[in-house]
């Protein structure tokens, strides 16, 4: 695949915003006018946990937050140490079921796996078989279910050789 992957930077902020707003309604998907907010997006810039990926000539294509689980996950039962938390995963609905997120999943894990995390943990909605079939592909395994915002979730992580 033809992409370049980075980090985000305060520049993409509109274009992951607008990323995200597109994907509002589409099956599976709990976001909504209220989540993910513009400030989302700019916090995940600020702790350098936004990346991404574009077209060469600069369109953005996918993006997702992979970072430290500071409060949300913290409660439930992981079987890791030092978790990273992969939230807010997108990719352009014309790009869709073309390889692209397990593309984007396999340039963050050695990304996070440099940063120090010993695994990856999510919430993945139970109504959004993409995302499901996306994970479990990709080496993720199913460790739970929990109910969070109205929404029903199953928990998913994947744990790095040491």
């Not at 309604?25 to 990926?53: A, F, H, K, N, Q």
């Not at 869709?96 to 993945?124: E, K, T, W």
């Not at 996306?134 to 395994?141: A, M, Q």
Request: aromatic content about 12%; glycine content about 6%; some cysteine.
């Amino acid at each position: 695949m033809d992409f370049t992957f980075s980090l985000a930077r305060e520049d993409d902020v509109p274009a992951v915003f607008a990323l995200y707003r597109s994907l509002f309604g589409t099956p599976g998907c709990t976001w909504s006018d209220v989540y993910p907010t513009m400030e989302c997006v700019r916090r995940d810039i600020r702790s350098r946990s936004l990346y991404i990926l574009k077209e060469r000539q600069g369109s953005l294509v996918a993006a997702a937050a992979a970072g430290f689980n500071e409060v949300e996950l913290t409660d439930l039962p992981w079987a890791l140490q030092n978790p990273c938390e992969l939230a807010r995963v997108a990719v352009a609905l014309p790009l869709q079921n073309q390889g692209i997120g397990s593309y984007l999943l396999h340039q963050i894990i050695p990304a996070v796996q440099a940063r120090g995390f010993d695994g990856i943990c999510m919430l993945v909605s139970k109504q959004h078989p993409h995302a499901l079939r996306l994970y479990e592909k990709n080496g993720f395994t199913r460790c739970g279910e929990v109910n969070r915002y109205g929404f029903d979730f199953y928990m998913y992580q994947i744990v790095f050789d040491k």
